[in-house]
Structure formats: C-alpha cells, structure tokens
C-alpha cells in the first residue's frame, strides 16, 4: 500500500447502530467518502470489520477513527478498534460540535461526515485514546452504580422526611417501616460494591500505586481518590494539573475584552460536576483538619477574600497536588510548619 495513503474515519454512535464515513487521501488528495451503517453489536461489528478491509484501511498509524464520548453506546467500537490496534480519537462532543462553527443540518449520516472532516482537519492535533481497560471500565462502572444507589437511599429518604408534616403519626410510622428494608437492602448493595472496588484496586498493581499516591494527599479519600483513577484512566497520557484542574471546573477564566466587558474571573460551568464536588467536599475537609489549609483561609478571608474563592483555591491546590504525586510517583510529603 501507498504510505501516503491516510485512512480518516467518521462514526456517530448511537443505542441500535453507528453510521460511518470513510476518507482515503492518497498523495494529499482527498478521495471520495464512502458511508455505510452497521448495527452496534458483535455481528455489526463483524460486518464493519470486512467493509474496512474491503476498502484496504490501514489498521495502523496511517488511520485514525473519530467518534464523539457517547457514555457507554461506543464501548463495543472502542474494544474493537484497541484489538485491532486501530487508532481511535473518542473525543468531547461538546468541543466537537463547536469546532464544527455555523452548521445547518443534522441527521447520522451528516455527522459521521463531519467527524470524519474533524478528523482530517486536526489530525495533527488529534491524540489517539488509549486501549480500552476492561478493569477500569469495570471500576468505573462500579463507582457510577454506588453513586446512583446512594441517590436512591437518599431520595427515599427525604421523600420520608418531607411527608412528616403532612401525614399523622400512625400513617408516618407505616410509610418508614415499609421503606425500610428497601433502605436495607440498597446500604448492602452499595457495601458489596465497596468490597469490590477495594478488591478490584488491591489486585491491579498499578491503580494500587496510583491510589496510594493520591490518599496521602490532604483533602483526598478513598472515594475521591477512586473517581480520579476512573475519569483520567489511571491518568493515562501524562494529564498535567492545570488540564484536571480545568475538568474539575476549580480553573477561574477571566472575562474581559476592551473597555466595554469588564467582568470578574469565574469558573466555568462546564466541568465533571460530580468530581468537582468530591474535591469541594475535600477541600472543607482540609479546612477543618490540616493547619496548612486552615491558615490559608482564614489569612485570605482577612485579606477580603471571598470565602468561596479561598475554597476555590484549595480545591485548585488539591488536584495539582494530586496530579504532581502520581507524575512524580511520590507520595505527598508535609512539609508546612506551624509557627509558634
């Protein structure tokens, strides 16, 4: 084969099936796209599998695959195409959108077409996404299913709570005993995925490394410290702390242009709200239990500072701190000293 052929290839994912677009440039010259659509499943993928060897793609650095994070829809593509060792780029489909600019139109085959331009356009840009982990997507799963258990507990919970003014005390007493074996039965849900997660980190040597690093970071725990292995891939790719910090939504933007937009800096509302509250939660804990953290703040809201930008502050401190332990692989090391 020419090795000045490139291979770009645009999917939209979705539940019942994906739809592709396939550009071949060869010499620098684009070719014509082929589209096609295949079910998202096993057979789907067999099937795909013979329409890229029909057209000769290169399962190699000359092809890159682009499809937007879809959730869990796109895992069967991602496990595919880390077998086969086909460059994917499974990218924010926020991010992708805009870079789209003014676009009229929608339909699966139109953004497959557009993925596979994003593609060609940024190639140089493009990283591709690591191999697909069946342990941490397992973690991951096990982290998101806690999560939404212990929604559970505590929607029926307040649920209880918010009838006690309502009804009378026989009625009351009647409703809580009849949730309350469903409450049960989720706490032991949730302490069998625990055991599980903790099993799962023991027996992997290298998330046991990662997770021992980032718990002797003040402000970090076990949940904190599971969530960041899940969200960053056991912080494939070398992620700096500015990078996590900014998902995390804790990096203030300024807003400002000329002299008629004047605003204040502020976090943008576009971040991982859930692991933005484990750092927040981490960060009043750091207040109340490390001198270092406590002394900041209470030095900074004398100063005029507000205490939710103090706050702001520390969680920032906390994520960068947790990203230089596991680039250096060092654990944290407390050197603040308390004045006499």
Known sequence: MDNTTKFFIGIDVSKPHFDVSLMAVINHEKQTVETGRFDNTIPGLKLFDKWLKKYRVSFD??????IENTGIYHRLLWSYCSNKNLPIHIGNAAHIKWSFGIARGKNDIIDSLRLCQYGFKEADTLKATPGLNPVLILLKDLVTSRSKLISQINSIKTYIKE???INDRATQNLLAESYKD????IAKSIKKIEAEIKKIIAGDPALKTNYDLLISVPGIGHVTAVY???????????INGKQLACYAGVVPFEYQSGISIKGKSRVHKMANKDLKKLVNMGALSAIRCYPEFRNYYERKTKEGKHPYSVINAIRNKIILRAVAVVNNQKPYVNNYIVAA
Do not use: P, Q
Not at 182 to 185: E, F, M, N, P, V
């Open 61 to 66: 650095e000359n092809s890159l695959l682009v």
């Open 182 to 185: 469903a409450i049960k039965g």
């Open 228 to 238: 960041m292995l899940c969200c960053t891939a056991n912080f494939a790719g070398k």
């Open 163 to 165: 009838l006690k003014d």
